[in-house]
């Protein structure tokens, strides 16, 4: 079955540094998404992407965030300067279409020191 | 807009027991509804989901969910827990609104299965 893959698994990152979490989506699919989840809380949505561009961002996708499709099969979630509050866990998702349900990755756990 | 909850942070049942975990939610337009699980350290797995039609839907591991328009709710349902059922519950509500879709995630329920 197709899958979502996200690299790495885990990163640790000290406080300021640039990080960037890397999705590869089901290849036929059109719609992107980033989600995290700080440990213990619930999933918050935080960008969706669709032909190239950004569709809709939440407030906590600020200038810090930003999504990039670099070569057609990427998905990359770049965060410039990292706050402790940043660690959680980073899911990537992607979507035939908007009523299929979404595909989630693996995820990514952030950890910032 | 919309938004979901899920009454029960944590839900214990013992094996063999009937599972219900509630789902409210709150739309001005006509919802997508979804019920995500993960188990530790993994991802969101699709259980089931309701987008038009048969308000009663079948998902994966024996689980179903109903959606009622009346009471706005999507409670999931199953018959008999299995010790594997333990993990996290999400119920997700998407709908179309300013142009595009969004998912809403309620803040989660943990599945706790007694032997």
């Known amino acids: 079955e197709p899958e979502v893959t996200q690299t790495p698994s885990h990163q640790v990152t000290q406080m300021g540094q640039e990080v960037i979490l890397r999705c590869v989506p089901i290849?036929?699919?059109?719609?992107f998404y980033w989600y995290r989840q700080i440990l213990g809380q619930k999933v918050e949505f935080l960008v969706s992407?669709?032909?190239?561009?950004?569709?809709?961002k939440s407030e906590i996708f600020d200038d810090q965030f930003s999504v990039e499709r670099p070569d057609g099969s990427n998905f990359t979630l770049k965060i410039r300067s990292t706050k402790l509050e940043d660690s959680a866990m980073y899911f990537c998702?992607?979507?035939?279409?908007?009523?299929?349900?979404?595909?989630f990755g693996s995820g990514t756990r952030l950890t910032v020191v | 807009a919309q938004s979901v909850t899920q009454l029960g942070s944590h839900v214990s049942v013992s094996e063999g027991a009937l599972v219900l975990l509630r789902c409210n939610y709150s739309?001005?337009?006509?919802?997508?509804l979804f019920w995500y699980v993960q188990y530790p350290n993994q991802g969101l797995q699709l259980l089931l989901k309701?987008?038009?039609?048969?308000?009663l839907v079948k998902g994966i591991n024996g689980f179903e969910a109903e959606f009622k328009k009346s009471e706005t709710s999507f409670h999931l349902t199953k018959p008999s827990a299995h010790m594997s059922d333990a993990a996290e519950y999400f119920c997700?509500?998407?709908?179309?609104?300013?142009?595009?879709?969004?998912?809403?995630f309620g803040t989660g329920t943990r599945l706790k299965v007694l032997a």
């Open positions: 309701y987008t038009t039609g048969a308000t």
């Open positions: 739309s001005s337009v006509p919802p997508y």
């Open positions: 998702a992607s979507s035939e279409g908007q009523d299929y349900g979404y595909t």
């Open positions: 992407f669709y032909n190239n561009e950004i569709s809709e």
């Open positions: 290849s036929n699919h059109l719609y």
């Open positions: 997700a509500v998407s709908a179309f609104t300013s142009g595009t879709y969004k998912y809403i």
